[in-house]
Nanobody
Framework: QVQLVESGGGAVQAGGSLRLSCAASRIIFRIYAMGWYRQAPGKQRELVAHITSGATTNYADSVKGRFTISRDNVKNTVYLQMNSLKPEDSAVYYC???????????WGQGTQVTVSS
């Protein structure tokens, strides 16, 4: 059974930083595009950052210049470095994996990020 396990969430003050990690197991990680999504209470889940199997990245406009997504194909892990955090970044952050060229996709269980002003 495929598992995506997020870690690194927590509470931080505005302007602070957090680094999220998502460790994948039971998939051929290098052929998966990976993404981080977030969902705040009462809002739809939205894409935050995405990295292809070839390490091409893209970001939501709201996080450009503050967040960085990266991947380690040896450790089967994707990271989200979040700097200059704002209260509006508060949400549950989910890891997502989609096999390149197919419809196979998986979600992690989510990790809470809370940014106080």
């Amino acid at each position: 059974q495929v598992q995506l396990v997020e870690s690194g969430g927590g509470a931080v003050q505005a302007g602070g930083s957090l680094r999220l990690s998502c460790a994948a197991s039971r998939i051929i990680f290098r052929i998966y595009a990976m993404g981080w999504y977030r969902q705040a209470p009462g809002k739809q889940r939205e894409l935050v950052a995405h990295i292809t199997s070839g390490a091409t990245t893209n970001y939501a406009d709201s996080v450009k210049g503050r967040f960085t997504i990266s991947r380690d194909n040896v450790k089967n892990t994707v990271y989200l470095q979040m700097n200059s955090l704002k209260p509006e970044d508060s949400a549950v952050y989910y890891c997502h994996a989609r096999q390149t060229g197919s419809s196979y996709e998986y979600w992690g269980q989510g990790t809470q990020v809370t940014v106080s002003s």
